[in-house]
């Protein structure tokens, strides 16, 4: 689950060594992008830098989630998490924007560039990126904040392949525009990942039903359960990726009277949300057929 202690101390460990290798990387485009004057390279920069402290934002969610809950915030600090990765999205956003509107200045007149310093600083770019993909891989399947990073390190990764093929082809051929070129190709591969990101933040916050839950099965589920008769306000909701959360008002039959009974209930729907539908956190009201008609009537 994402809330495991231990996974959230692999996590940060993590992100904080892809966190230091993206800022290498940073660093040394950042000095060969101005010194050789490509637009490309300045732009994995920039990208690495946003990453980067995309990277830096997650390691903080990452630790704050860890918190203990207080009576302020009862649930602690899950949705850091969730706006983290909503930070995240809107820089990539930004920075998408940004490339776009420097590439276009210089597509009409595109200076030359130093290609093999160019080429070289692509290269261990792309290197290094490979080193935190593999990094973040098992992690990026267990928490939305750790694929937020994992797809940040990929677009990174894509941009240096971009910065070489047009590096490459440069100093073959000498067409200094694919300088600029290259650069709407990094912008490109981020827009669509600042969009995922930002949808799947809009999704938490709205409290939409998690992904791939079945609220209808759901619901039949909880009815199959011996002595539920019907389920009403059924809501199932994300706290933060990999926690979903349910509340349901529950009507039982009129012949469960007793403590022992309701107790057998609530154990059969613990386990039928925890081995069918992953919901370990869940809320019942239990209610018999009388008190459904009554509230029935009343809201009628």
């Known amino acids: 689950m994402g809330h495991d202690h231990s996974h959230g101390t692999n996590h940060r460990g993590r992100l904080a060594i892809v966190l230091a290798l993206s800022l290498s ?8 992008g101005l010194i050789t004057g490509s637009l490309a390279l300045l732009s994995d920069a920039v990208h690495v830098l946003s990453d980067s402290t995309g990277l830096l934002i997650a390691l903080i969610a990452s630790t704050l989630a860890q918190l203990p809950s207080s009576d302020r915030r009862t649930f602690g ?13 809107l820089m990539l956003l930004g920075l998408c924007i940004g490339i776009v509107v420097s590439a276009i200045g210089r597509l009409s007149d595109p200076p030359e560039i130093d290609t093999p310093l160019v080429l070289g600083a692509g290269a261990i770019g792309l290197a290094v990126n490979v080193a935190g ?6 992690g990026a399947g267990e928490s939305l ?6 797809m940040e390190v990929v677009g990174d990764a894509l941009g240096s392949v971009a910065v070489l093929v047009s590096a490459t082809a440069i100093l073959l051929k000498g067409w200094y525009i694919l300088d600029p070129v290259a650069s709407l ?14 949808r799947e ?3 938490v916050l709205l409290q939409a039903t998690p992904k791939g839950m079945d609220v209808n099965k759901l619901r039949g589920h909880i009815v199959g359960v011996h002595g539920v008769v019907d389920v009403h306000d059924l809501h199932v909701w994300t706290l933060t990726s990999q926690l979903p959360v349910l509340s349901a008002h529950v009507v039982v039959d009129e012949r469960i009277t007793t403590m022992a009974q309701a107790h057998q ?8 949300l925890s081995e069918h539908f992953d919901v370990e956190h869940s809320t019942f009201q239990f209610e018999p057929i009388s008190h459904r008609e009554s509230e029935t009537k009343t809201h009628n």
């Open 77 to 89: 600090l899950h949705r850091s998490e969730i706006l983290a990765a909503g930070a995240n999205g």
């Open 201 to 203: 933040v809009g999704d």
């Open 133 to 138: 993909l593999l990094l973040l891989r098992k």
């Open 185 to 198: 190709v990094i912008a490109g591969l981020i827009l669509p990942r600042a969009i995922t990101l930002l």
């Open 25 to 32: 990387v940073f660093i040394l485009q950042l000095v060969v």
């Open 145 to 150: 904040n750790m694929r937020g990073a994992y």
């Open 265 to 272: 209930i609530l154990d059969h729907l613990d386990a039928c």
